[in-house]
C-alpha cells in the first residue's frame, strides 16, 4: 500500500512570511496527525482529525498556525506569520482509527528552516 | 500528565555489540507502548509494541518486554548491524490521551563496522 505523503520535503523561507505544507494519510485512514519536531527533540502533536473534525488542537498555536481536512482525506496545515522558533520538521500521521492497538503511519516529513 | 524518559545518546557501538536502550515512562492509566525507529531523512517507522503488561513485542531481532511494576519499556538486540544506525524514539498511548502518542525526546544509535 502506498504510504503517507508529504509536500514539499524541504523549504526555506524568513520569518514574518507564510508557508503551508500537505498531507495524504494512507487510502482509508480516518484518522490524521500533524506533529512538530524540534530538532533533538521526540515528535510534539499539534492537532489530530478524525475524519473532517478535530479531535484535539490543545497545542496548536493558533494565533499562527491552521490546519484544514476540509474532505476527511488530505490535510493542509498552515504557519502566519512564521518564527524563527517554526524551525523544525512537521511530520503527519494517520491510522484506521482512535484505537491505541492501531499504529500510526509517518510521512518522510517537510522540514522547514526559517531565516 | 503523561510522559516518556528515555536513556540520553548519542550510542556508539560495535558491530554485533548488545544494544539496551533504557525507556520509563509516567501515564494515569495502562498505556500501549510503542518503539519507534527514524533512519536519517525519513519519518518514524514503527518497530515493535506492547499493549498490556508482560508483553514482549519483537521485530527483526529488537525485543521490549512492558514492565508495569518499573514502568519501564527498555529495548533491547543481542547484536547490532551498522545498518541498524539510526534514531529511537519510546511511546506511549493510553485512552485519557484520545490515544495520542506521547515520545521520549529519542536515542541515536550509531554502530560501527
Known amino acids: ?115 | 500528565g503523561n510522559s516518556v524518559t528515555q536513556m540520553e545518546g548519542p550510542v556508539t557501538l560495535s558491530e554485533e555489540a548488545f544494544l539496551t536502550i533504557n525507556c520509563t515512562y509516567t501515564a494515569t492509566g495502562y498505556p500501549s507502548l510503542f518503539w519507534y525507529v527514524q533512519y536519517p531523512g525519513e519519518g518514524l517507522q514503527l518497530l515493535l509494541k506492547a499493549t498490556k503488561a508482560d508483553d514482549k513485542g519483537s521485530n527483526k531481532g529488537f525485543e521490549a518486554t512492558y514492565r508495569k511494576e518499573t514502568t519501564s519499556f527498555h529495548l533491547e538486540k543481542g547484536s547490532v548491524q551498522v545498518s541498524d544506525s539510526a534514531v529511537y524514539f519510546c511511546a506511549l498511548s493510553d485512552r485519557g490521551s484520545a490515544r495520542q502518542l506521547t515520545f521520549g525526546s529519542g536515542t541515536q544509535l550509531t554502530v560501527l563496522p
Do not use: M
Open chain 1, 1 to 115: 500500500e502506498a504510504g503517507v505523503a508529504q509536500s514539499p520535503r524541504y523549504k526555506i523561507i524568513e520569518k514574518r512570511q507564510s508557508v503551508a505544507f500537505w498531507c495524504n494519510p494512507i487510502s482509508g485512514h480516518a484518522t490524521l496527525y500533524w506533529y512538530q519536531q524540534i530538532l533533538g527533540q521526540g515528535p510534539k502533536l499539534l492537532i489530530q482529525f478524525q475524519n473532517n473534525g478535530v479531535v484535539d488542537d490543545s497545542q496548536l498555536p493558533k494565533d499562527r498556525f491552521s490546519a484544514e481536512r476540509l474532505k476527511g482525506v488530505d490535510s493542509t496545515l498552515k504557519i502566519q506569520p512564521a518564527k524563527l522558533e517554526d524551525s523544525a520538521v512537521y511530520l503527519c500521521a494517520s491510522s484506521l482509527g482512535r484505537d491505541s492497538n492501531q499504529p500510526q503511519h509517518f510521512g518522510d516529513g517537510t522540514r522547514l528552516s526559517i531565516l
